[in-house]
């Protein structure tokens, strides 16, 4: 079945990074477009990133271009999420899943962004 492991989240201090990781299992990873997203607390879960199959385009919201980077590893089924220069707003519960048919939402992991 589709699965989805997020890792790397934990606390940190506005301005630091972090390396977020997310293995994919249950389908064929390198066929698929892969996304972050993230829900903070008391708010609905936003689209963050995307990358396409073979990792040569991708895409940002707004609120997060020029600070984080996505990348993928077709031979590992992971994908992953640098994010610099962190901010307090970034705060949330990150989470990966496939583009265009998403399969189920994993446990997802916290960053904390606090000074």
């Known amino acids: 079945q589709v699965q989805f492991v997020e890792s790397g989240g934990g606390l940190v201090q506005p301005g630091e990074s972090l390396r977020l990781s997310c293995a994919g299992s249950?389908?064929?990873?390198?066929?698929?477009?892969m996304e972050w997203y993230r829900q903070a607390p008391g708010k609905e879960r936003e689209w963050v990133a995307a990358?396409?199959?073979?990792?040569?385009?991708?895409m940002y919201a707004d609120n997060v271009k020029g600070r984080f980077t996505i990348s993928r590893d077709n031979a590992k089924n992971q994908v992953y999420l640098q994010m610099n220069n962190l901010k307090p707003e970034d705060t949330a519960v990150y989470y990966c899943?496939?583009?265009?048919?998403?399969?189920?939402w994993g446990q997802g992991t916290l960053v904390t962004v606090s000074s």
């Open positions: 899943n496939r583009g265009y048919v998403p399969g189920p």
């Open positions: 249950g389908f064929t990873f390198s066929a698929f477009v």
């Open positions: 990358i396409i199959s073979y990792g040569d385009q991708t």
